[in-house]
């Protein structure tokens, strides 16, 4: 299974390490979607970005 996430805020104003997470995840404009696994890994980065980003079932 997959997990479809999508950038939906800007990475204006955030921390460097938020930053950096939406990066390892592939994101960097808004709008960008990208397919992630769906394991632990994942699930604790998108938590950290969890107000800036959508996130479905792929």
């Given amino acids: ?3 479809k996430v999508k950038l939906i805020k800007s990475l204006n104003g955030c921390t460097e390490p938020q ?3 939406a990066h390892s995840l592939g994101l960097r404009k808004v709008g960008v979607e990208k397919i ?7 699930k604790g980065k998108i938590n950290k ?7 479905t079932e792929a």
């Fill in 36 to 42: 992630q696994p769906d394991n632990d890994a994942t």
């Fill in 19 to 21: 930053i950096a997470v």
């Fill in 1 to 3: 299974m997959a997990l």
């Fill in 49 to 55: 970005i969890s107000h800036l980003v959508e996130v």
